[in-house]
């Protein structure tokens, strides 16, 4: 398991732009985009690359992902929705929680799969981060 570069410095290769947009959203606690392999584009934070490449196959089974949920830094998170492209949750209580979103989004430029990861404290709540997140994917990284 190999952490990506400190979240001072975007990944080696990574589009200055992306890494800008993702350091702008604020409200989220980490945030990471990645590809199928685990390989970090841009971050927030050092995320390790086996708990990245693990997410990837978080859609492959509705069941064994709710029963497994996710995990990020070694800390586990439930699973409470699951759609075809997006994964959310959180670990925790009302007032120590912190939850956690997973998106995939297939790229028009270059089609190929990317994800993002983010995760996000009280006060705010899955349905203020989960758009912002579409949204984020949408503007940022589909168009890649």
């Known amino acids: 398991m190999e952490p990506t570069p400190s979240a001072s410095a975007?990944?080696?290769?990574?589009?200055?732009?992306l890494?800008?947009?993702?350091?702008a959203q604020t409200e989220w606690s980490r945030a990471v985009i990645f590809d199928t392999e685990g390989?970090?584009?841009a971050?927030?934070?050092?995320?390790?690359?086996?708990?990245l490449r693990e997410m990837v196959g978080k859609f492959n089974d509705c069941d064994s992902t709710f029963g497994s949920?996710?995990?990020l830094l070694g800390s586990h998170y439930d699973v409470h929705r699951f759609y075809e492209r997006m994964i959310?949750?959180?670990?925790?209580?009302a007032a120590e929680g912190e939850g956690i979103c997973l998106q995939m989004v297939?790229?028009?430029?270059s089609n190929r799969?990317?994800?993002a990861l983010i995760t996000y404290g009280f006060p705010i709540l899955s349905a203020k981060a989960v758009p912002d997140l579409l949204n984020f994917m949408d503007t940022h990284v589909a168009p890649m």
């Open 10 to 17: 975007a990944p080696v290769g990574a589009p200055a732009d």
């Open 39 to 41: 390989n970090v584009l």
């Open 43 to 51: 971050s927030t934070f050092a995320a390790d690359q086996g708990e």
């Open 106 to 109: 297939q790229t028009t430029g």
């Open 69 to 71: 949920g996710l995990t």
């Open 88 to 93: 959310y949750g959180r670990r925790g209580d």
């Open 19 to 23: 890494q800008e947009a993702l350091r």
């Open 113 to 115: 799969a990317l994800y």
